[in-house]
């Protein structure tokens, strides 16, 4: 017979995930152990087996929470009789909105992932992909003369905008949305109005490095 599914399951695992998030994010994934995080959940280490077989098992299933509800919230954004300004406004401002309160699962993201197997690792980076790529759609979409059809540059005009974002996100942690909101303004002006000079600039070369740093956002 299949057991089932007590009916504070999701609770239980939202509570773990948010703990592990913060004790992973404090401790350093390495250092942290599981009679921690049991210590922290104010639950049995059993109890947490019960969810996960593993610390990495865990990792991955809080990383892989975070990035989809990440990648899930921007894509389902409706754009319904947005120009493609208002579009590119839209999707910057939200994900502005969605960093907030997230702290810990970033830096988690970016100090662990590693540990993760290959295949974890392309499945993580999948989601990261999607949101740089709806980023960049939304750029070309804006975009006069050849940048939409010059892949390196426009790639960097991309990165850039998730350069500016990380920025405030990592430095403006406590930023309440009224901040978020004047920050995100600002950069899609910056965006919008240098689309022009980046269109029309020299050559740009197509780093090595873009695709990784790709994988460094949200």
Avoid at 95 to 112: K, M, P, S, T, W
Avoid at 124 to 135: A, S, T
Avoid at 162 to 177: E, I, P
């Amino acid at each position: 017979m299949a057991r089932t599914i007590a009916k504070d399951h999701e609770t239980k695992r939202a509570l773990i995930l948010e703990t592990a998030a913060r004790v992973f994010a404090d401790q350093g994934f390495d250092r942290a152990s599981m009679n921690m995080l049991a210590e922290a959940c104010q639950i049995s280490k059993a109890n947490i087996y019960h969810y996960y077989s593993s610390k990495n098992a865990l990792l991955f299933d809080l990383l892989e929470t975070y990035l989809m509800q990440l990648r899930d919230r921007i894509a389902g954004l409706d754009a319904s009789g947005l120009t493609a300004e208002q579009r590119f406004r839209q999707v910057v401002h939200e994900i502005l909105a969605a960093y907030q309160g997230r702290d810990n699962e970033h830096r988690v993201q970016i100090a662990a992932m590693h540990v993760l197997t290959d295949t974890e690792q392309v499945t993580l980076r999948g989601y990261q992909r999607d949101l740089v790529r709806i980023v960049r759609q939304n750029i070309a979409q804006l975009s006069p003369g050849d940048l939409a059809r010059d892949k390196p540059r426009l790639r960097s005009v991309t990165m850039s905008v998730f350069g500016m974002l990380n920025w405030f996100y990592m430095w403006n942690s406590s930023a309440d949305r009224a901040e978020r909101e004047r920050y995100a303004t600002l950069v899609c002006d910056l965006v919008l109005g240098g689309l022009e000079g980046a269109a029309h600039s020299g050559s740009f070369p197509n780093f090595p490095g873009s695709e990784i740093a790709a994988d460094k956002t949200a």
